[in-house]
């Protein structure tokens, strides 16, 4: 069987997201005519306005604390996992981070510090968490 990774592909997930829509939109019409693409773009547009919400709010919890700090760098190297998201570090940090890479680099590397000069930093390929190392002084 030929499974496609969404998470490393983000071409592959945006075309996937698309399909999802308008095989939504012709269901509904099959099924209930107009009113049932309307209760589809009804139902695509709280998706999307759910995931704004959620990226809104970590951001907003980001803006309050200093760039490239953290609370506990070990506990940060522990949580991390392959293939998460740069909001999906940012929630956990609650703070961005430092960046590191040289700008429009497609691998992003970020760091956060925390009080004991305990660093982790984050290198984000294609838009996914690809590997992170924790640099002790």
């Known amino acids: 069987m030929f499974f496609l990774n969404f998470r490393?592909?983000?071409?592959?997930?945006?075309?996937?997201?698309?399909?999802?829509?308008?095989?939504?939109?012709?269901l509904g019409y099959r099924t209930y005519g107009w009113g049932g693409v309307a209760l589809a773009a009804g139902g695509l547009v709280m998706w999307v306005l759910l995931h704004m919400t959620r990226m809104l709010l970590v951001l907003r919890r980001t803006a309050?604390?200093?760039?490239?700090?953290?609370?506990?760098?070990v506990m940060l190297h522990a949580r991390l996992q392959r293939g998460m998201t740069l909001l999906q570090v940012l929630a956990l940090t609650r703070a961005l981070g430092q960046c590191v890479s040289p700008p429009n680099g497609d691998p992003e590397v970020y760091q956060w510090t925390d009080g004991g000069n305990v660093r982790v930093r984050c290198t984000f390929a294609r838009g996914a968490l690809a590997q992170w190392e924790l640099l002790r002084p």
Request: hydrophobic share 55%; no cysteine; aromatic share 0%.
């Open 64 to 73: 309050g604390r200093p760039v490239g700090t953290v609370s506990s760098a």
């Open 8 to 26: 490393n592909n983000p071409a592959v997930a945006q075309g996937g997201a698309a399909l999802v829509a308008v095989a939504l939109a012709v």
